[in-house]
């Protein structure tokens, strides 16, 4: 994929030209699988594993973490999810409001974002407008920097409803405790020792709205992502992840914003035999290779 001049991809806003939509008003993200497997993500058949060894343990540990503290952050959940019931039937009625999943249209969703976060913002208040703020939202929840309380303090105001944002900021600021973040060998405020490299992104692989109204929308975000610390010495190695957000969005103001979030575990692919790269090559890669924070 390459870029262009003003920052968005070739095409519809930096989508892989591979990927197509669906059928008439059900639009589908292409999704390459492998032949073979008749029950690719129920039952599949894996062969006999080696005994964990000691770092895959520790790489498990990492994610059971971060997976701990989203789920701490999300206890007691939004509020309001049953006010807008009557809105949301109309669904059923009208064909242009039924749930889609992601399929590129040629129109930008936005043409800007924040100065001091970089997140997007001004979605506009359709389908394609919620899907595309949920997934800019997953980018920064699953970031390295909401490790980090000041900058912390600076994204959940932005991305949250103004009812959720003191809720929210006391749960993660509990959530990402110094002792979670010496879990993962980090210090307090989220950075990694001299000579290591904390590494955590979020890479929506596609989305889909399953409740969509005036003022609120359910979107899951079907996510990648790579965590852990590279470099010589780093007792939690970089690790790939696959698990799905879901975020239920409010309409407040001119944007969307969110009114609580969750996460579970894959669908996650069949791994392949690929040999895994150094921990430099690895923390080149976070060096030289910027993160995208914009999606759909």
Same mark, same amino acid.
């Given at each position: 994929?390459?870029?262009?001049?003003?920052?968005?991809?070739?095409?519809?806003?930096?989508?892989?030209?591979?990927?197509?939509?669906?059928?008439?008003?059900?639009?589908?993200?292409?999704?390459?699988?492998?032949?073979?497997?008749?029950?690719?993500?129920?039952?599949?058949?894996?062969? %006999?594993?080696?005994?964990?060894?000691?770092?895959?343990?520790?790489?498990?540990?990492?994610?059971?973490?971060?997976?701990?503290?989203? %789920?701490?952050? @999300?206890?007691?959940?939004?509020?309001?999810?049953?006010?807008?019931?009557?809105?949301?039937?109309?669904?059923?009625?009208?064909?242009?409001?039924?749930?889609?999943?992601?399929?590129?249209?040629?129109?930008?969703?936005?043409?800007?974002?924040?100065?001091?976060? *970089?997140?997007?913002?001004?979605?506009?208040?359709?389908?394609? *407008?919620?899907?595309? %703020?949920?997934?800019?939202?997953?980018?920064?929840?699953?970031?390295?920097?909401?490790?980090?309380?000041?900058?912390?303090?600076?994204?959940?105001?932005?991305?949250?409803?103004?009812?959720?944002?003191?809720?929210?900021?006391?749960?993660?600021?509990?959530?990402?405790?110094?002792?979670?973040?010496?879990?993962?060998?980090?210090?307090? @405020?989220?950075?990694?020792?001299?000579?290591?490299?904390?590494?955590?992104?979020?890479?929506?692989? *596609?989305?889909?709205?399953?409740?969509?109204?005036?003022?609120?929308?359910?979107?899951?975000?079907?996510?990648?992502?790579?965590?852990?610390? %590279? *470099?010589?010495?780093?007792?939690?190695?970089?690790?790939?992840?696959?698990?799905?957000?879901?975020?239920?969005?409010?309409?407040?103001?001119?944007?969307?914003?969110?009114?609580?979030?969750?996460?579970? @575990?894959?669908?996650?692919?069949?791994?392949?035999?690929?040999?895994?790269?150094?921990?430099?090559?690895?923390?080149?890669?976070?060096?030289?290779?910027?993160?995208?924070?914009?999606?759909?």
């Amino acid at each position: 994929m390459s870029l262009g001049d003003d920052g968005y991809g070739d095409g519809y806003g930096g989508q892989d030209p591979n990927r197509g939509g669906g059928r008439g008003d059900t639009p589908l993200t292409r999704t390459r699988l492998p032949e073979g497997e008749d029950d690719l993500y129920g039952t599949p058949r894996r062969p %006999a594993r080696p005994k964990p060894s000691r770092n895959l343990i520790t790489v498990v540990s990492v994610v059971v973490l971060l997976i701990a503290a989203i %789920a701490f952050a @999300n206890r007691g959940g939004g509020s309001g999810d049953n006010d807008d019931s009557s809105n949301n039937s109309s669904t059923d009625h009208d064909p242009a409001a039924q749930p889609r999943s992601t399929a590129p249209t040629g129109e930008r969703p936005v043409d800007g974002k924040n100065a001091k976060t *970089g997140i997007a913002s001004g979605f506009p208040k359709t389908q394609q *407008g919620a899907q595309s %703020a949920a997934a800019n939202y997953a980018v920064a929840l699953g970031s390295a920097e909401i490790l980090n309380k000041e900058r912390r303090h600076e994204i959940v105001p932005q991305i949250f409803t103004r009812t959720s944002v003191k809720g929210i900021q006391r749960k993660l600021d509990q959530a990402y405790s110094a002792d979670m973040l010496h879990g993962l060998g980090l210090d307090a @405020n989220g950075k990694a020792e001299e000579g290591l490299t904390y590494v955590s992104r979020t890479v929506p692989i *596609g989305t889909k709205t399953t409740v969509f109204s005036n003022t609120k929308a359910t979107v899951e975000a079907w996510c990648t992502g790579v965590f852990g610390t %590279a *470099g010589e010495g780093s007792k939690t190695p970089v690790t790939n992840d696959w698990f799905t957000m879901t975020l239920t969005l409010r309409w407040e103001g001119s944007d969307w914003k969110v009114e609580s979030f969750s996460q579970k @575990n894959g669908p996650a692919p069949v791994n392949n035999d690929r040999t895994a790269s150094t921990a430099d090559e690895i923390a080149q890669a976070v060096e030289q290779y910027g993160g995208f924070t914009y999606a759909r």
